[in-house]
């Protein structure tokens, strides 16, 4: 049997927690929230040219978040390639100890569409948070987006505008930084969506299958 690691942690500008759970026991972090009502967003086109990053599941779950704005891709690979330089040279996360170098991960489109898709929801639907308004979960995301896994973390921030503040946003929070170095994963989805009353909200979906 299995022993799903699951890792849970948020941050905006003014805050930050995070929570580790080794079992199959759900866990969820309090954050910054806001009203449940439809915030600013973008559609699925791009006068600037179509995301070029692999295709997407063949998911309706994924559809909404299958034509990104090449922009918006871009800062996700960004956050990636930053994930990678800061496995490679290893971290001190304060509370959570010092971890060594450690192997990069790889972009999953199964996991970029898990993550994707809540940063849609966190702008859309104007909340920030792991669990949405009508109680979907990372957990619920990641299976909906056909990634069956061994162990899986979700990481969200938002307020910055760049990749290279979002992650030192996470960098400098204890949870975060744990979940960005932990040897448990293997591959990563990031999703980056603007609007809303917080202006930019970032997900990452950790995993191994």
């Known amino acids: 049997m299995l022993t799903l690691a699951r890792v849970l942690a948020l941050s905006t500008s003014l805050c930050a927690c995070g929570v580790f759970s080794p079992s199959d026991a759900d866990t969820g972090s309090e954050g910054a929230s806001g009203d449940d009502s439809s915030g600013q967003g973008g559609d699925n086109s791009s006068e ?5 990053s692999p295709a997407l599941p063949d998911l309706p779950f994924c559809d909404p978040v ?53 940063s ?48 030192q946003q996470w960098m400098d929070s204890d949870g975060h930084c744990a979940n960005i170095m932990s040897a448990e994963f293997t591959e990563i989805g990031v999703g980056y969506f603007p609007g809303g009353g917080l202006g930019h909200m970032w997900t990452q979906v950790f995993g191994r299958p």
């Not at 600037?48 to 070029?52: F, L, P």
């Not at 949405?132 to 056909?146: C, K, L, N, S, V």
């Open 48 to 52: 600037e040219g179509g995301d070029d």
């Open 120 to 167: 849609r929801q966190m702008v859309m639907m104007e909340f920030f948070d792991h669990v949405t308004p009508w109680g979907e979960e990372p957990w619920d995301r990641i299976e909906a987006a056909g990634y069956n896994y061994a162990a899986a973390g979700e990481n969200i921030a938002a307020g910055n505008p760049t990749a290279a503040a979002t992650m």
């Open 66 to 118: 299958s034509g990104w704005e090449a922009p918006w891709s871009g800062l996700e690979d960004e956050i990636a390639a930053i994930v990678n330089q800061r496995r490679s040279e290893g971290a001190d996360c304060g509370s959570e100890g010092t971890f060594s170098a450690v192997g990069p991960l790889t972009m999953n489109p199964a996991l970029r569409c898990a993550a994707r898709v809540h």
